[in-house]
Protein backbone atom coordinates (compact mmCIF):
# COMPACT_ATOMS: atom_id res chain seq x y z
CA UNK A 1 0.00 0.00 0.00
CA UNK A 2 2.86 2.28 0.62
CA UNK A 3 4.40 4.59 -2.32
CA UNK A 4 8.09 4.05 -2.21
CA UNK A 5 8.74 2.13 -5.07
CA UNK A 6 8.11 4.68 -7.69
CA UNK A 7 10.62 8.13 -6.97
CA UNK A 8 10.52 11.29 -8.04
CA UNK A 9 12.05 10.62 -11.53
CA UNK A 10 10.00 8.54 -12.61
CA UNK A 11 7.02 10.40 -11.11
CA UNK A 12 7.95 13.51 -13.15
CA UNK A 13 9.07 11.64 -16.14
CA UNK A 14 5.27 9.97 -16.22
CA UNK A 15 3.68 13.06 -15.36
CA UNK A 16 5.09 14.66 -18.29
CA UNK A 17 4.72 11.70 -20.85
CA UNK A 18 1.08 12.04 -20.10
CA UNK A 19 1.27 16.06 -20.85
CA UNK A 20 2.93 15.10 -23.95
CA UNK A 21 0.46 12.46 -24.73
CA UNK A 22 -2.37 15.10 -24.26
CA UNK A 23 -0.50 18.07 -26.46
CA UNK A 24 1.41 15.44 -28.96
CA UNK A 25 0.49 16.67 -32.59
CA UNK A 26 -0.63 13.57 -35.09
CA UNK A 27 2.38 13.21 -36.60
CA UNK A 28 4.17 12.61 -33.34
CA UNK A 29 1.29 10.52 -31.38
CA UNK A 30 2.84 7.25 -32.70
CA UNK A 31 6.29 7.54 -31.13
CA UNK A 32 4.83 9.27 -28.22
CA UNK A 33 2.67 6.42 -27.13
CA UNK A 34 5.26 4.08 -27.96
CA UNK A 35 7.66 5.44 -25.56
CA UNK A 36 5.02 5.52 -22.95
CA UNK A 37 2.52 2.35 -23.35
CA UNK A 38 3.77 -1.26 -23.75
CA UNK A 39 2.79 -2.55 -27.11
CA UNK A 40 0.55 -4.66 -25.70
CA UNK A 41 -0.98 -2.14 -23.33
CA UNK A 42 -4.65 -3.52 -22.21
CA UNK A 43 -6.88 -0.25 -22.11
CA UNK A 44 -10.25 0.15 -20.36
CA UNK A 45 -11.79 3.12 -20.67
CA UNK A 46 -15.57 5.25 -20.02
CA UNK A 47 -18.31 3.73 -22.37
CA UNK A 48 -19.24 4.01 -25.12
CA UNK A 49 -15.17 3.24 -25.93
CA UNK A 50 -14.86 0.74 -23.30
CA UNK A 51 -12.03 -1.86 -23.70
CA UNK A 52 -9.69 -2.84 -26.37
CA UNK A 53 -6.03 -4.26 -26.51
CA UNK A 54 -2.56 -2.64 -28.24
CA UNK A 55 -0.85 0.31 -28.82
CA UNK A 56 -2.07 1.12 -31.97
CA UNK A 57 -5.98 0.05 -31.44
CA UNK A 58 -5.72 2.05 -28.09
CA UNK A 59 -4.16 5.15 -30.89
CA UNK A 60 -6.47 4.90 -33.87
CA UNK A 61 -9.69 4.22 -31.37
CA UNK A 62 -9.12 6.83 -28.38
CA UNK A 63 -6.50 9.30 -28.94
CA UNK A 64 -6.78 10.06 -32.73
CA UNK A 65 -10.08 10.82 -33.03
CA UNK A 66 -9.69 13.10 -29.87
CA UNK A 67 -7.41 15.07 -30.88
CA UNK A 68 -9.51 15.66 -34.21
CA UNK A 69 -12.48 16.56 -32.21
CA UNK A 70 -10.51 18.83 -29.90
CA UNK A 71 -7.29 19.98 -31.55
CA UNK A 72 -5.18 22.14 -29.02
CA UNK A 73 -5.62 19.34 -26.49
CA UNK A 74 -4.27 19.77 -23.22
CA UNK A 75 -4.28 18.07 -20.16
CA UNK A 76 -4.59 19.60 -16.63
CA UNK A 77 -4.30 17.55 -13.19
CA UNK A 78 -5.65 18.75 -10.34
CA UNK A 79 -4.21 15.22 -8.31
CA UNK A 80 -1.10 12.97 -9.35
CA UNK A 81 -0.52 9.86 -6.86
CA UNK A 82 1.59 6.80 -6.32
CA UNK A 83 1.67 3.55 -5.05
CA UNK A 84 1.75 -0.21 -4.99
CA UNK A 85 -0.81 -2.79 -4.16
CA UNK A 86 -0.74 -6.60 -4.64
CA UNK A 87 3.06 -5.59 -6.07
CA UNK A 88 1.52 -3.67 -9.02
CA UNK A 89 2.75 -0.19 -8.95
CA UNK A 90 -0.07 2.51 -9.99
CA UNK A 91 -0.33 6.03 -10.54
CA UNK A 92 -3.56 7.66 -10.77
CA UNK A 93 -4.99 11.15 -11.40
CA UNK A 94 -7.68 13.43 -11.23
CA UNK A 95 -8.07 16.53 -13.54
CA UNK A 96 -9.63 17.73 -16.88
CA UNK A 97 -8.67 17.29 -20.48
CA UNK A 98 -9.05 21.09 -22.29
CA UNK A 99 -9.83 21.90 -25.55
CA UNK A 100 -11.69 23.51 -28.46
CA UNK A 101 -14.91 20.90 -29.40
CA UNK A 102 -14.41 21.79 -33.56
CA UNK A 103 -15.73 18.84 -34.70
CA UNK A 104 -18.15 15.88 -33.22
CA UNK A 105 -16.76 12.89 -31.34
CA UNK A 106 -17.97 10.15 -30.37
CA UNK A 107 -21.26 11.23 -32.32
CA UNK A 108 -21.21 14.41 -29.79
CA UNK A 109 -22.20 17.76 -31.65
CA UNK A 110 -19.49 20.03 -32.07
CA UNK A 111 -20.59 23.29 -30.46
CA UNK A 112 -16.91 25.25 -31.63
CA UNK A 113 -16.57 26.02 -27.30
CA UNK A 114 -14.04 25.81 -24.64
CA UNK A 115 -14.92 22.36 -23.30
CA UNK A 116 -13.94 20.22 -20.47
CA UNK A 117 -13.37 16.21 -20.19
CA UNK A 118 -13.25 15.16 -16.36
CA UNK A 119 -11.28 12.13 -15.94
CA UNK A 120 -10.11 9.73 -13.15
CA UNK A 121 -7.41 8.35 -14.67
CA UNK A 122 -5.14 5.05 -13.34
CA UNK A 123 -2.46 3.52 -14.41
CA UNK A 124 -0.63 0.08 -13.96
CA UNK A 125 3.06 0.85 -14.91
CA UNK A 126 5.86 -1.85 -15.47
CA UNK A 127 9.53 -1.20 -16.85
CA UNK A 128 8.47 2.40 -17.26
CA UNK A 129 5.95 1.86 -19.25
CA UNK A 130 1.96 1.65 -19.12
CA UNK A 131 0.19 -1.96 -19.25
CA UNK A 132 -3.02 -1.16 -18.05
CA UNK A 133 -5.27 2.04 -18.30
CA UNK A 134 -8.09 2.84 -16.44
CA UNK A 135 -9.72 5.77 -18.09
CA UNK A 136 -13.18 7.30 -16.29
CA UNK A 137 -13.67 10.12 -18.32
CA UNK A 138 -16.99 12.03 -17.58
CA UNK A 139 -18.78 11.65 -20.93
CA UNK A 140 -21.84 12.58 -19.77
CA UNK A 141 -20.78 15.46 -18.47
CA UNK A 142 -18.68 16.42 -21.76
CA UNK A 143 -22.26 16.12 -23.37
CA UNK A 144 -23.65 18.94 -20.90
CA UNK A 145 -21.27 21.13 -21.64
CA UNK A 146 -21.93 20.59 -25.56
CA UNK A 147 -25.61 21.71 -24.56
CA UNK A 148 -27.46 18.52 -24.19
CA UNK A 149 -29.13 16.59 -21.27
CA UNK A 150 -30.28 13.33 -22.10
CA UNK A 151 -31.21 12.01 -18.33
CA UNK A 152 -33.45 13.29 -15.64
CA UNK A 153 -32.16 16.11 -13.79
CA UNK A 154 -29.22 15.13 -10.80
CA UNK A 155 -29.86 15.44 -7.09
CA UNK A 156 -26.53 17.18 -6.96
CA UNK A 157 -24.90 20.06 -7.92
CA UNK A 158 -23.36 19.91 -12.15
CA UNK A 159 -20.01 21.98 -12.50
CA UNK A 160 -16.26 21.62 -12.39
CA UNK A 161 -14.72 19.73 -9.41
CA UNK A 162 -12.55 21.67 -7.29
CA UNK A 163 -9.08 20.53 -6.56
CA UNK A 164 -7.89 19.85 -2.90
CA UNK A 165 -8.40 22.25 -0.54
CA UNK A 166 -5.08 22.31 0.83
CA UNK A 167 -3.42 22.38 -2.66
CA UNK A 168 -0.62 19.89 -2.52
CA UNK A 169 -2.80 17.35 -5.06
CA UNK A 170 0.44 16.80 -7.21
CA UNK A 171 2.44 14.35 -5.47
CA UNK A 172 6.15 14.17 -7.20
CA UNK A 173 7.77 13.33 -4.01
CA UNK A 174 7.55 9.73 -2.28
CA UNK A 175 5.12 10.59 0.86
CA UNK A 176 5.94 9.50 4.14
CA UNK A 177 5.05 5.90 4.20
CA UNK A 178 3.25 5.88 8.26
CA UNK A 179 1.06 8.35 6.45
CA UNK A 180 0.03 7.07 3.43
CA UNK A 181 -0.60 3.58 5.27
CA UNK A 182 -2.88 5.65 7.49
CA UNK A 183 -4.46 7.01 4.88
CA UNK A 184 -5.85 4.28 3.09
CA UNK A 185 -6.60 2.41 6.46
CA UNK A 186 -9.11 5.56 7.03
CA UNK A 187 -10.44 4.36 3.60
CA UNK A 188 -10.91 1.13 4.15
CA UNK A 189 -12.24 1.43 7.80
CA UNK A 190 -15.20 3.99 6.28
CA UNK A 191 -15.64 1.06 3.47
CA UNK A 192 -16.43 -1.25 5.92
CA UNK A 193 -19.12 1.28 7.91
CA UNK A 194 -20.66 1.39 4.56
CA UNK A 195 -20.58 -2.63 3.56
CA UNK A 196 -21.77 -3.62 6.71
CA UNK A 197 -24.63 -1.05 7.43
CA UNK A 198 -28.24 -3.37 7.13
CA UNK A 199 -30.13 -1.98 4.80
CA UNK A 200 -33.16 -4.16 5.35
CA UNK A 201 -35.45 -2.51 7.12
CA UNK A 202 -32.44 0.47 7.99
CA UNK A 203 -33.23 2.28 3.96
CA UNK A 204 -34.07 5.69 5.44
CA UNK A 205 -32.31 9.26 5.97
CA UNK A 206 -32.02 8.84 10.02
CA UNK A 207 -30.10 5.44 9.57
CA UNK A 208 -27.57 6.79 7.19
CA UNK A 209 -27.20 10.19 9.14
CA UNK A 210 -26.67 7.95 12.50
CA UNK A 211 -23.95 5.33 10.77
CA UNK A 212 -21.11 4.18 11.99
CA UNK A 213 -19.48 6.18 8.63
CA UNK A 214 -19.96 9.68 10.63
CA UNK A 215 -17.02 8.82 12.50
CA UNK A 216 -14.59 9.10 9.05
CA UNK A 217 -16.07 12.46 7.19
CA UNK A 218 -14.99 15.83 8.03
CA UNK A 219 -17.78 18.57 8.84
CA UNK A 220 -17.09 20.41 5.65
CA UNK A 221 -16.92 17.28 3.33
CA UNK A 222 -16.88 17.38 0.07
CA UNK A 223 -18.12 14.68 -2.36
CA UNK A 224 -17.78 14.79 -5.80
CA UNK A 225 -19.88 12.76 -8.07
CA UNK A 226 -19.96 12.03 -11.26
CA UNK A 227 -22.37 14.26 -13.90
CA UNK A 228 -26.09 12.67 -13.58
CA UNK A 229 -25.44 12.54 -10.03
CA UNK A 230 -23.80 16.07 -9.06
CA UNK A 231 -21.41 17.50 -6.34
CA UNK A 232 -22.60 17.09 -2.63
CA UNK A 233 -21.70 19.17 0.71
CA UNK A 234 -21.82 17.56 4.45
CA UNK A 235 -22.77 14.52 5.61
CA UNK A 236 -26.38 15.53 5.27
CA UNK A 237 -25.96 16.55 1.24
CA UNK A 238 -24.19 13.13 0.61
CA UNK A 239 -27.01 11.25 2.04
CA UNK A 240 -29.60 13.46 0.87
CA UNK A 241 -28.42 13.58 -3.07
CA UNK A 242 -26.28 11.02 -3.31
CA UNK A 243 -26.48 7.60 -0.64
CA UNK A 244 -30.27 7.53 0.42
CA UNK A 245 -31.22 7.37 -3.44
CA UNK A 246 -28.68 5.27 -4.40
CA UNK A 247 -29.11 2.62 -2.11
CA UNK A 248 -32.69 2.70 -2.56
CA UNK A 249 -32.38 1.40 -6.31
CA UNK A 250 -29.33 -0.65 -5.45
CA UNK A 251 -29.85 -3.49 -3.72
CA UNK A 252 -26.45 -4.76 -2.77
CA UNK A 253 -25.21 -7.48 -0.59
CA UNK A 254 -25.70 -7.88 2.91
CA UNK A 255 -23.44 -9.11 5.94
CA UNK A 256 -19.74 -8.08 7.25
CA UNK A 257 -17.29 -6.90 4.98
CA UNK A 258 -15.36 -10.08 4.69
CA UNK A 259 -18.76 -11.61 3.47
CA UNK A 260 -19.67 -8.74 1.36
CA UNK A 261 -16.33 -8.07 -0.52
CA UNK A 262 -16.65 -12.23 -1.70
CA UNK A 263 -20.26 -11.82 -2.56
CA UNK A 264 -18.92 -9.03 -4.96
CA UNK A 265 -16.27 -11.03 -6.11
CA UNK A 266 -17.75 -13.79 -7.19
CA UNK A 267 -19.73 -11.05 -9.61
CA UNK A 268 -16.21 -10.10 -10.65
CA UNK A 269 -16.47 -6.90 -8.82
CA UNK A 270 -13.91 -5.36 -6.47
CA UNK A 271 -10.56 -3.44 -6.34
CA UNK A 272 -7.69 -3.69 -8.11
CA UNK A 273 -6.30 -0.77 -6.36
CA UNK A 274 -5.99 0.51 -2.74
CA UNK A 275 -3.23 3.26 -2.55
CA UNK A 276 -1.81 5.46 0.22
CA UNK A 277 0.23 8.77 -0.98
CA UNK A 278 0.56 10.90 2.47
CA UNK A 279 -2.67 12.45 2.87
CA UNK A 280 -4.35 10.86 -0.28
CA UNK A 281 -5.63 7.87 -0.96
CA UNK A 282 -7.14 5.71 -4.20
CA UNK A 283 -9.71 2.60 -4.40
CA UNK A 284 -10.93 1.79 -7.66
CA UNK A 285 -12.44 -1.32 -9.40
CA UNK A 286 -13.36 -2.30 -13.26
CA UNK A 287 -16.24 -3.40 -12.02
CA UNK A 288 -16.26 -2.03 -8.37
CA UNK A 289 -19.23 -2.70 -7.51
CA UNK A 290 -22.13 -5.15 -8.31
CA UNK A 291 -26.33 -4.78 -7.05
CA UNK A 292 -29.63 -5.44 -8.28
CA UNK A 293 -31.90 -2.32 -9.70
CA UNK A 294 -34.68 -3.25 -7.44
CA UNK A 295 -35.31 0.48 -6.45
CA UNK A 296 -36.43 3.42 -8.45
CA UNK A 297 -35.66 6.69 -8.19
CA UNK A 298 -31.60 7.03 -9.46
CA UNK A 299 -31.42 8.96 -12.20
CA UNK A 300 -35.11 9.52 -13.25
CA UNK A 301 -35.31 5.44 -13.91
CA UNK A 302 -38.22 2.95 -12.71
CA UNK A 303 -36.54 -0.63 -10.91
CA UNK A 304 -35.71 -3.10 -13.72
CA UNK A 305 -34.78 -5.85 -11.42
CA UNK A 306 -31.82 -6.30 -13.59
CA UNK A 307 -27.98 -6.83 -12.15
CA UNK A 308 -25.46 -4.48 -12.77
CA UNK A 309 -22.01 -3.44 -11.92
CA UNK A 310 -20.39 -0.03 -11.70
CA UNK A 311 -16.99 1.36 -12.92
CA UNK A 312 -15.77 3.11 -9.88
CA UNK A 313 -12.60 5.39 -8.54
CA UNK A 314 -12.57 6.87 -5.46
CA UNK A 315 -9.84 9.49 -4.73
CA UNK A 316 -9.49 10.74 -1.24
CA UNK A 317 -8.18 13.69 0.88
CA UNK A 318 -7.50 13.18 4.37
CA UNK A 319 -7.70 15.92 6.30
CA UNK A 320 -7.66 17.45 9.91
CA UNK A 321 -7.44 13.34 11.20
CA UNK A 322 -10.81 12.80 8.73
CA UNK A 323 -11.97 12.26 5.55
CA UNK A 324 -12.23 15.76 3.83
CA UNK A 325 -12.95 15.09 0.00
CA UNK A 326 -13.84 12.45 -1.89
CA UNK A 327 -13.85 12.50 -5.69
CA UNK A 328 -15.92 9.80 -7.48
CA UNK A 329 -15.34 9.07 -11.38
CA UNK A 330 -18.00 6.61 -12.08
CA UNK A 331 -19.13 5.03 -15.70
CA UNK A 332 -22.51 6.66 -15.63
CA UNK A 333 -23.21 5.81 -19.37
CA UNK A 334 -22.52 2.42 -19.13
CA UNK A 335 -24.24 2.13 -15.62
CA UNK A 336 -27.27 3.79 -17.38
CA UNK A 337 -27.05 1.05 -20.61
CA UNK A 338 -27.36 -2.07 -18.21
CA UNK A 339 -30.32 -0.53 -17.27
CA UNK A 340 -31.77 -0.49 -21.04
CA UNK A 341 -31.36 3.30 -20.75
CA UNK A 342 -28.81 3.99 -23.71
CA UNK A 343 -27.61 7.82 -23.09
CA UNK A 344 -25.88 7.92 -26.69
CA UNK A 345 -29.15 7.32 -28.54
CA UNK A 346 -31.04 9.59 -26.58
CA UNK A 347 -28.50 11.93 -27.25
CA UNK A 348 -28.49 11.51 -31.11
CA UNK A 349 -32.87 11.60 -30.68
CA UNK A 350 -32.40 14.87 -28.94
CA UNK A 351 -30.18 16.32 -31.63
CA UNK A 352 -32.36 15.12 -34.32
CA UNK A 353 -35.35 16.85 -32.97
CA UNK A 354 -33.82 19.84 -31.92
CA UNK A 355 -34.29 19.22 -28.06
CA UNK A 356 -31.51 20.83 -26.63
Known amino acids: ??????????????????QRLAEAPSATLPGVMSELCASDVEWRAAHP???????????????APLKQALPDLERRDQMFVAGTYQG??????????CGTFRSDWLGIPSNGQT????????????DGKIVQANCLWDILDFIRQAGFWPVAPSLGMEGMWSGPITGD???????DADQSSASITQTLAMHRTLFEHNDIGNMNRESLMNMAQKEHWHPKMM??????I???RGLQGFVDYHQLPFRIAFERPQGTFEEVDAARNAKGAGHYIRIGDGPYSVTGGWPSVYAIHNGGGFAGTTPTGKPV?????????????????????LDMLDLLNQMGFDVMDRLQNQFRRGQF
Open 88 to 97: RTFIAAVGNY
Open 169 to 175: GLRFDPS
Open 230 to 232: GTT
Open 309 to 329: TMRVMDFYLHHEGLIRENWVP
Open 223 to 228: WYGPSG
Open 49 to 63: INEMHGVEAVRESIW
Open 115 to 126: MYLRYGEVYQIA
Open 1 to 18: MSDDTIGSDERARLFGML
